[in-house]
């Protein structure tokens, strides 16, 4: 078997149309234009880069971007205050604080900090606790992103499929969790601690793997068929590119995997574009509960 690719790249460019709609309409009817608060402390250049791709996308959908750049040294009291600003200022609908925070600064002080009706990332406890329960409010960005393309490949169906999610992060796969368990999957969640891994991976009809290991999960692991879900962004060396050359690889082993399953997602151009465009849908939905509007369906889980 060869595997269908799974395009997180155009899915997530399609997304980004219809969020344009959304714009578009809140403009239009409300007098409302959506605004992204991006805070990033330090000079890391893969962060920079990364927060500068949010950025250029939220502005070609129409919303206001603000962009946040403090210097590695910022106290933590300084960045408290920045959050109570955009906390108060009206026209942010959305506030991201890149992670990792610098070693001198509390990043849950920071997260609690954040008002929950703009916390875009999914990241307060009250966010967490309403995606627990079903109800509106932004939803963790990869997460929603993976489950956005698992449902279009399911045609919206994911009943009674086993998923196994390799990881259980606050960021992904916890929330990854929560979200298979609302579309009625049985969900298996391992950890660092598993047995036989392996074995339980095979046992998946849906695989969403997020562990933060270079192509850990081997083509053997899976069951012939599965659908395989690669979060994992892994920078690894690629000597056969040249000298001291870099590239991205997932936590999947891609090849291997690719003869086994039916469809996976690709590292790059698959769950990574999608966490962007997630965060896009997530300030629509913000913006719209600030605003007591209903949030638009095929943005939210
Ligand atoms: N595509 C995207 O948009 C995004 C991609 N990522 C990528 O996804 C990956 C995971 O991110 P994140 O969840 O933040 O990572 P974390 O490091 O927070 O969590 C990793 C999880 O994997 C588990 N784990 C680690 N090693 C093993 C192992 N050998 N066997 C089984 N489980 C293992 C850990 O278990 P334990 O809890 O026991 O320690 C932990 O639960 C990374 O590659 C990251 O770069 C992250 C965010 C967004
Ligand atoms: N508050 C906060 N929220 C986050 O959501 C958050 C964060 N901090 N810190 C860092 C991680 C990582 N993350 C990525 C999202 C998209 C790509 C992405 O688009 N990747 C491209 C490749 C990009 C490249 O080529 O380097 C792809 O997979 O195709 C990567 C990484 C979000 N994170």
């Known amino acids: 078997m060869t595997a269908k690719i799974i395009d997180g790249k155009l899915f997530a460019e399609n997304l980004r149309g219809a969020i344009t709609g959304h714009v578009a309409r809140l403009k239009s009817e409300h007098g409302i234009t959506p605004g992204l608060a991006v805070v ?27 962009k946040h750049e403090l210097p590695a040294d910022t106290s933590e009291a300084d960045l408290l205050a920045l959050v109570e600003k955009l906390n108060a200022h ?10 990792p925070l610098p070693g001198h600064i509390d990043t849950t002080k920071v997260i609690e900090t954040i ?4 916390d875009v990332d999914c990241f307060t406890p009250a966010n967490v606790g309403k995606v627990q ?13 993976c489950l956005m393309l698992l449902r279009d490949h399911f045609a919206g169906d994911l009943t009674g499929k ?18 298979l368990l609302r579309d009625n999957c049985t969900v298996t969640v391992a950890h660092s601690n598993t047995q036989n891994l392996a074995d339980v991976v095979r046992q998946a009809d849906i695989v969403v793997a997020a562990v933060g290991r270079p192509e850990m999960v081997r083509g053997d692991w899976l069951k012939p068929g599965a ?9 690894v060396p690629a000597p056969e590119k040249g000298e001291g050359k870099t590239k991205l690889v997932g936590d999947v082993a891609y090849a291997e995997a690719a003869e086994v399953a039916s469809a996976i997602t690709p590292v790059p151009g698959g769950v990574g574009p999608m966490t962007i465009a997630c965060l896009l849908a997530n300030t629509i939905t913000t913006a719209s509960l600030i605003n007591g509007l209903v949030p638009p369906s095929d943005l939210t889980a």
């Open 40 to 66: 990033i402390v330090g000079e890391d250049p893969a962060s920079q880069v990364y927060v500068s791709n949010k950025a250029k996308q939220t502005a070609e959908v129409g919303m206001n971007s603000f």
């Open 133 to 145: 329960i079903g109800l509106p409010g932004p939803v963790s960005c990869t997460p929603l992103g």
């Open 90 to 99: 009206p026209a942010v609908h959305g506030i991201l604080v890149q992670l």
């Open 227 to 235: 659908v395989v879900i690669d979060v994992g962004i892994n920078r």
């Open 162 to 179: 086993h998923a196994v999610i390799l990881g259980r992060s606050n960021l992904v796969g916890k929330p990854m969790a929560q979200l």
């Open 115 to 118: 008002d929950p009706a703009k």
